[in-house]
């Protein structure tokens, strides 16, 4: 059972930005170093921190680019923090290569990313579900991550959170997708009085990079504790010894990368559900996309339509068995992108699968979904 | 070496180095295993206990100098990146005393950038470049400290690029201790790790390491011993330079403290 | 109009404080009770060009937290006018020394001497938009000058407090004398 923490912020019904949302929800979560590099709409996640972290205790500092300040991140996590950075797509971009590293070496820590119109420098200020593939295959090897999708500012701050926990349990990088829009959102926010908190799980003199288990996740000391801790980003043992020609040393931590977060999708995934019993026609969808598509279905259903919403809170490791169990006979995935999550829908669904997509940076709008439904059931 | 000092030396190796992982994987006539010695010994010599010590190392041959050898915490990261790994390390725990050891490929060209920033900002770590002026994990490729005319497997005709000087780089930069020394000049080497392990700020040393294998063969080096006295030859004590006619110094590497400023004040 | 949600955009152009009385509405809104999305939108140069920001008020949770039908449009600029007056169904407060309306549009039209009244009273013509944003309060009773004032204080701090506080009643003022043109 997570031990229950007071809250930093009074309790009470705020009334704040996505970004504000984010990293006022990681100071609740124990986050007390984070290290970033200005990119929109992810900078005000950046300019809240570097005066709310001191006043914590926490460190904040501003790096000379996104490689260094996921590089920061991770060693700070290793000297003993709960740690974050926010970014964009191409400031993801840049710190994928890191992200491996953090995935090799078991590393828990939060990526926000707050996705923005692409590709490359794109358009800056404007919403887009660009990164939705790079979060999950960035990085080279074969691996699983966890990345979640808020959809209100509410979630931006429950998510935020929740990311923390996720990563500290499984040791795994955890991304927060944002966009643009959920950004700058103002809306209503509860700060509850306690949040639940997962701790570092630790333990001395024991090996930090493996068990003996398919799917375990290690306990891991931190630097300063004199465990003599080993580190590193090539193939290694349950010590942490490099193990560069061994190939069943490669084939276990490969399959352990993977199956400690494919074995428990169970307590992973979240979505949630409006109107599916019965439904003829589902609609599947995420982030601030979602919003638009749970209007939709109302109205949808107001004209006599028998339609519902899937929405995923979890968009990696992907929902399948959520998809799978849908009954509809036809899906629609809404997008802000050319379809990128629906592939994902297709590679499982039992039913026609239909894309709708926007991508000239504006936000999709309930009436073009209701438009998109009615197309599909005629 | 007197016997005396043989035993001495045995004895460090052994407090400090985890067996299991010996023999040390360089080449024969590596320089950066004489690099290991000269921080154990700067450590052993500090009465720095290395339980409360980090080393954080990149890519490359010269990544492999404390990890996974050195009996302390090692973080072995990605290439160009140790510095700021070791940064955030550093500055979450203040505790702990922090050593980054890398090759001039990994610190000067891929990860340029962040030991600018980092003696810019002053972090307080001890840097230390085990410079073998070429890529030699990847195979004699040249590198941002590789000499005019060098022959490399990218500079077949000879280098053509000149060299950057990363004691001046980082000395522009603000660093509060930049020093060089080489292999060869081993005590000398000794005492600048010394110094840097009792300053605070950013500490920076350049330590010329020679390779055989990727350098020596491709420039006309008889053996490893020659390339190793070589740098005797090649280097000059920063006092002597100071004196000596200019043109006398156009081929010389200085050796020698360059900044040292305790920023502890 | 519809009781239960209220869709307002404030336009005019960067440099007037559009956004801040957004959420100086969106903020009071909270407080009085109502599920609140507040977004703003502007273009690359923030000053001298057009800029707006919606307030969404709701007595149910809001699905869709961005503008889909305009009840009330307050255009403290004509460029905030000329481009949504038309898309407007309730009503438009307008200032009266910047915009001259359409008054063949279907919608009621409140002038507010807003700009007039911040240079006389205040010395300070940048009040002109709490000025007008109490003006549509008070006269359409969405939100009620108490609250107003309480997200006020906690947005502004120290000696710009006043005058600030100053301008909402004013504004407040000229809400409630304020009749619809024809
Ligand atoms: C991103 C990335 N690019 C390239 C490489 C390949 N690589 C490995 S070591 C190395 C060069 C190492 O040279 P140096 O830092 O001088 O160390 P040395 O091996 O000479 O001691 C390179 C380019 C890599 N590991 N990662």
Redesign the interface.
């Known amino acids: 059972m997570s031990p229950k923490i007071k809250n930093l912020l009074p309790p009470g019904?705020?009334?704040f930005e996505g970004n504000q949302a984010c990293a006022e929800a990681a100071l609740a979560a124990g986050c007390?170093?984070f290290?970033g590099y200005p990119i929109s709409p992810s900078s005000e996640i950046l300019e809240r921190l570097s005066w709310r972290l001191p006043e914590v205790g926490g460190?904040f500092?501003q790096?000379?680019?996104e490689?260094?300040?996921i590089?920061?991140?991770?060693?700070?996590?290793?000297?003993?923090?709960k740690?974050m950075t926010a970014t964009s797509g191409p400031g993801l971009s840049l710190m994928l290569?890191?992200i491996g590293?953090a995935i090799i070496t078991e590393t828990p820590c939060v990526v926000v990313d707050v996705q923005r119109a692409g590709p490359s420098t794109g358009q800056a200020t404007r919403p887009y579900d660009g990164d939705i593939m790079q979060v999950k295959w960035g990085s080279s090897g074969d691996y699983q991550i966890i990345a979640l999708a808020p959809w209100?500012v509410q979630e931006m701050y429950d998510l935020t959170i929740q990311a923390f926990n996720l990563a500290e349990l499984y040791r795994v990088p955890v991304f927060v997708m944002g966009d643009a829009?959920l950004a700058?959102?103002?809306?209503?926010c509860r700060i509850p009085e306690e949040v639940e908190i997962v701790g570092r799980k630790k333990a001395s003199g024991v090996a930090h990079f493996g068990t003996d288990e398919l799917s375990g996740v290690p306990p891991m000391a931190?630097?300063?504790e004199?465990?003599?801790?080993?580190?590193?980003?090539?193939t290694h043992d349950a010590l942490?010894?490099?193990r560069t020609q061994d190939s069943d040393i490669q084939q276990k931590l490969v399959n352990r990368l993977n199956e400690k977060i494919l074995s428990n999708v169970g307590e992973i995934i979240e979505t949630e559900e409006y109107f599916l019993e019965g439904a003829d026609v589902a609609v599947v969808a995420y982030g601030?996309v979602a919003?638009?598509a749970?209007?939709a279905v109302?109205e949808a259903r107001l004209r006599g339509i028998k339609i519902g919403l899937l929405r995923l809170k979890t968009l990696w490791p992907f929902p399948e068995e959520k998809i799978r169990a849908l009954e509809a006979k036809k899906i629609v995935v809404p997008e802000l992108n050319r379809g990128q999550l629906v592939r994902e829908v297709e590679r499982v669904a039992q039913a026609e699968v239909i894309s709708v997509n926007r991508v000239d940076g504006e936000?999709m709008?309930?009436?073009e979904i209701v438009e998109a439904i009615k197309g599909v059931r005629d | 070496m007197s016997e005396k000092k043989g035993k001495e030396m045995e004895a460090t190796w052994k407090k400090y180095l985890r067996k299991e992982t010996l023999p040390l994987p360089f080449c024969p006539g590596c320089g950066h295993g004489i690099v290991l010695s000269a921080i154990l010994r700067a450590i052993e010599a500090s009465g720095i206990d290395i339980k409360d010590m980090l080393f954080v190392s990149g890519i490359g041959c010269a990544g492999w100098i404390p990890s996974p050898h050195i009996r302390a915490d090692t973080m072995h990261v990605t290439h160009g990146r140790p510095i700021a790994f070791a940064t955030g390390a550093k500055l979450f725990n203040p505790r702990l005393k922090v050593m980054v050891v890398s090759g001039d490929g990994d610190l000067a060209s891929i990860g340029g950038n962040h030991l600018i920033h980092a003696a810019r900002r002053d972090i307080d770590m001890v840097v230390v470049c085990a410079n073998n002026e070429i890529y030699g994990m990847t195979g004699g490729q040249v590198s941002p400290t590789t000499g005019l005319g060098v022959k490399t497997t990218t500079t077949l005709a000879g280098n053509i690029e000149p060299p950057l000087d990363l004691c001046k780089l980082v000395e522009a930069a603000g660093a509060s201790y930049v020093a060089r020394s080489t292999v060869f000049h081993l005590e000398h080497l000794i005492s600048l790790l010394k110094r840097a392990l009792n300053l605070k700020g950013f500490s920076f040393i350049d330590a010329l390491s020679p390779c055989p294998t990727q350098y020596g063969r491709r420039n006309l080096y008889a053996s490893a011993a020659e390339q190793l006295k070589d740098l005797e030859k090649r280097c000059i004590l920063l006092q002597e330079a100071s004196a000596a006619p200019p043109e006398t110094l156009k081929d010389k590497v200085i050796i020698g403290e360059f900044v040292l400023r305790d920023s502890k004040q | 109009m519809n009781d239960t949600k209220k869709e307002i955009r404030i336009a005019g152009l960067g440099g007037q404080g559009v956004v801040f009385a957004a959420q100086l509405l969106g903020r009071a809104g909270v407080l009085e009770g109502w599920f609140v999305s507040q977004s703003s939108f502007y273009g690359p140069e923030s000053r001298g060009t057009l800029c707006y920001a919606d307030v969404i008020l709701s007595r149910e949770s809001i699905d869709f937290p961005f503008v889909t039908r305009l009840d009330i449009l307050i255009a403290l600029s004509q460029e905030g006018y000329d481009r949504f007056a038309k898309d407007t169904v309730g009503c438009t407060f307008f200032d009266t020394g910047r915009v001259k309306p359409d008054l063949s549009l279907k919608m009621e039209h409140f002038s507010v001497t807003a700009e007039e009244m911040a240079q006389k009273e205040l010395g300070k013509k940048m009040a002109a938009n709490l000025i007008s944003i109490a003006a549509c309060c008070a006269k359409t009773g969405i939100i009620s000058k108490e609250f107003l004032i309480k997200a006020l204080q906690e947005l502004i701090e120290g000696s710009q407090r006043p005058v600030n506080i100053k301008a909402l009643e004013l504004g407040w003022e000229l809400g409630i004398k304020a009749v619809a043109h024809v």
Not at chain 1, 71 to 81: E, F, S
Not at chain 1, 184 to 188: A, N, P, Q, T, V
Not at chain 1, 226 to 234: H, K, R
């Open positions: 019904n705020y009334f007390r170093f290290a460190v500092i790096m000379e680019d490689i260094a300040s590089a920061a991140v991770i060693g700070a996590v290793w000297a003993g923090a740690a290569e890191n590293y209100s829009a700058h959102l103002r809306e209503s931190s630097f300063g004199g465990e003599g801790l080993i580190i590193t980003g090539s942490g010894y490099r601030i919003r638009a749970l209007a109302k936000i709008r309930p009436g």
